[in-house]
C-alpha cells in the first residue's frame, strides 16, 4: 500500500565522493572509528516506549512496526508488509517478520505486539502514550504472523503511530516499571550512569545488519556553552547546539555544522480566563507580535515564521492565507474596541480587570527564554503586561490551565499528529472552537489527501478567525558532527531530537567509518 501521507522532502544524502581524506581522531580514541561520543542536553527519565521514551520513533533500542523514512512517509519495520486498511477504515491488518529476536534471545512474535498494544489501552499499566492513541480500542492475533488493530472510527494517521516500540510480552503485566531495556533495535543498553551518561553496544543479532558502529556513549551535558567547549576540547564527536555558538565551528577542522529544517513549532498557549480567555486579546496579541524580528534576530535566520500550528514542512495542508499581519496599530485598535482602557502606567485594564499575565517557559531553555522576553516587550508595546517566569517542568505541568506557556512541539509526518491534541476540545489549555473541531475531525476521519487537505485548510481559516494561542515560529535545530563517519542523511525533524532520537543521527546503525 502506498504511504497515507504525500512526500514532504527529498533526502539529500550528503556524502560526497572523494570525502574519504584523512579524518580527525574520534572523541573515544579508537583506530577504526567504531565508536562514537556525542552530548545530549536532555537525559531521558525513561527507557519504556510506553512510559514516552522513542514516541517519535527512533530509540536506537527498539522498532516500531514502521519506521519513517526520510520523506515522512512510512514503510515496514518490525512488519513485513505495510498495514492494510480495512474498506471501512475501522481496522488494519499488520504481518509480521519472521526473523527477528529479541536482545535477550527470544523470538519476536504477535504475542508480543497484542502485550505491548494492550498495555497502552490498559488504564491500569499507566502509560504515559494512551493519549495519543484514542481511537485505538483493541488488538488481537490473527494468526501465528499477523495482528489486527481495531479503531473507534477512521484515523487516517493511524500507520504513524505503529511507530511505537514493541516490547516482549515477558516484560509486560501490571503497572508499567523501569526494567532493564530489552527490545529488538540496533543496540543494547550496557550501562546507564544517571546524570552522566548512557553506554550503548550494537545488536550483534540485529535483523537489519550489525551496526558498524558499534558502540554509542551518550554523555549528558544541559549548559550549551559547556557542550561547546568539551566538544571544542575533543570530548565529543557531535552535538545539538544553538545556532550562534555552532557558528564558531564552522571553520573547525574536522567538524562540519548541520542545520535540519523542522516540524517543531514555538508558541504561546493562552489558557482560558478573564485576560488570556478573552477574544479580543488573544486577537491583538497575534497582531502585535514581531514573528519576522524573532527569526531574523533571535533565531539568527534559522526558523520560519509560523502564524498556526500547521507547519511550512507540510505544504500541500498549509492555507496560505491563514495569517497574521504584524500590525501594531491594529492590535490597539481591537484592544480599545473591546474596552481595554490603557492606564496611567500603560497598562490596559477593563471592569476593574487588569491586562497581566503570567507566562511560563522551561528554565534553562535559552531560545525559549528570549522569545518569552521578546513576547513580553511586544505586549508591552499594546498595553498588555506579561511576567515572566522561568521553572522546571515539575511546577510548569500543574498550571497548564491557568498560566500561559512559551509551548513546543510538533511533527512533520502527518497534521493530525500537529493538531488534534493541542487544538481539539478537550486541550490542556482549555481552548474550545467548534468548528476548529469539525475540521479536525473531518481530517482525522478521511482517507483521501486531497479531502484530507481542504479540511486542514478550513481548520486554519477556523483558527485564525478565533486563535486560541499565538504561534510564533519553526525553530530550526542546528548540529555539529564529527566528519569520520559516512552515511548522514538529511530530515525533517519533529520537536524530538538529539543523539538518541531525530537529528544527524537518527540512521547511525547504517553509518560506516572513513
Request: hydrophobic letters at 40%; glycine letters at 10%.
Amino acid at each position: 500500500m502506498r504511504s497515507l501521507l504525500p512526500p514532504l522532502v527529498v533526502a539529500a544524502v550528503l556524502v560526497a565522493a572523494g570525502c574519504t581524506g584523512s579524518t580527525t581522531p574520534s572523541a573515544e580514541g579508537t583506530s577504526d572509528n567504531s565508536a562514537i561520543v556525542l552530548a545530549d542536553p536532555i537525559e531521558p527519565t525513561t527507557l519504556n516506549p510506553l512510559l514516552g521514551y522513542g514516541r517519535e520513533g527512533v530509540s536506537k533500542l527498539y522498532d516500531g512496526l514502521v519506521e519513517h523514512r526520510v520523506d515522512g512517509s512510512v514503510r515496514p519495520k518490525l512488519a513485513a508488509d505495510p498495514p492494510t486498511p480495512s474498506a471501512d477504515g475501522l481496522s488494519w491488518t499488520v504481518p509480521l517478520r519472521e526473523d527477528v529476536k529479541f536482545t535477550d534471545g527470544t523470538s519476536f512474535g504477535p504475542e508480543d505486539v497484542v502485550a505491548t498494544y494492550r498495555a497502552l489501552l490498559d488504564p491500569a499499566s499507566g502509560s504515559t502514550e494512551r493519549a495519543s492513541f484514542a481511537e485505538l480500542t483493541g488488538v488481537e492475533q490473527l494468526d501465528l504472523h499477523t495482528v489486527r488493530f481495531t479503531l473507534a472510527r477512521p484515523w487516517a494517521a493511524f500507520p504513524h503511530t505503529l511507530v511505537l516500540g514493541i516490547l516482549p510480552s515477558e516484560a509486560l503485566g501490571g503497572p508499567l516499571r523501569e526494567v532493564q531495556p530489552v527490545g529488538t533495535g540496533p543496540y543494547r543498553l550496557v550501562e546507564w550512569r544517571k546524570g552522566d551518561r548512557l553506554v550503548l553496544e550494537a545488536n550483534a543479532s540485529y535483523f537489519g545488519g550489525e551496526p558498524k558502529i558499534r558502540k554509542l556513549t551518550v554523555v549528558f551535558v544541559p549548559d550549551d556553552n559547556t557542550r561547546a567547549q568539551r566538544l571544542q576540547a575533543g570530548d565529543f564527536d557531535g552535538t545539538a547546539l544553538p545556532p550562534r555558538l555552532a557558528a564558531s565551528f564552522g571553520s573547525a577542522n574536522g567538524m562540519r555544522v548541520i542545520t535540519h529544517r523542522t516540524a517543531d513549532l514555538r508558541a504561546v498557549t493562552l489558557p482560558g480566563g478573564a485576560v488570556t480567555g478573552d477574544s479580543a486579546i488573544r486577537m491583538a496579541l497575534n497582531h502585535a507580535v514581531n514573528r519576522k524580528g524573532m527569526v531574523d534576530n533571535l533565531l539568527g535566520g534559522k526558523g520560519a515564521e509560523a502564524s498556526t500550528p500547521v507547519p511550512d514542512t507540510l505544504p500541500e495542508f498549509v492555507e496560505t492565507g491563514a495569517r497574521f499581519a504584524y500590525d501594531k496599530g491594529l492590535a490597539e485598535l481591537l484592544l480599545d474596541q473591546a474596552g481595554w482602557v490603557r492606564g496611567a502606567d500603560g497598562v490596559r485594564t477593563r471592569d476593574g480587570v487588569v491586562a497581566r499575565f503570567t507566562l511560563m517557559y522551561p528554565i534553562g531553555d535559552v531560545v525559549r527564554a528570549d522569545l518569552a522576553t521578546a513576547f513580553a516587550a511586544d505586549a508591552k508595546a499594546v498595553g498588555i503586561d506579561v511576567q515572566l517566569a522561568g521553572l522546571g517542568w515539575d511546577a510548569v505541568t500543574p498550571r497548564l490551565g491557568v498560566d500561559a506557556l512559551l509551548h513546543g512541539g510538533g511533527t512533520p509526518f502527518d497534521p493530525d499528529l500537529m493538531t488534534y491534541q493541542p487544538l481539539h476540545t478537550p486541550n490542556p489549555w482549555g481552548y474550545s472552537n467548534p468548528q476548529v473541531d469539525a475540521a479536525l475531525d473531518t481530517g482525522r476521519s478521511l482517507l483521501d489527501p486531497a479531502q484530507r487537505a481542504a479540511a486542514y485548510k478550513q481548520l486554519q481559516r477556523a483558527y485564525v478567525a478565533a486563535p486560541g494561542m499565538v504561534v510564533l515560529a519553526t525553530v530550526q535545530h542546528t548540529y555539529v558532527v564529527r566528519e569520520n563517519w559516512n552515511g548522514y542523511q538529511e530530515v525533517v525533524d519533529p520537536h524530538a531530537h538529539g543523539a538518541l532520537s531525530w537529528g544527524p543521527w537518527w540512521n547511525l546503525e547504517k553509518w560506516t567509518p572513513r
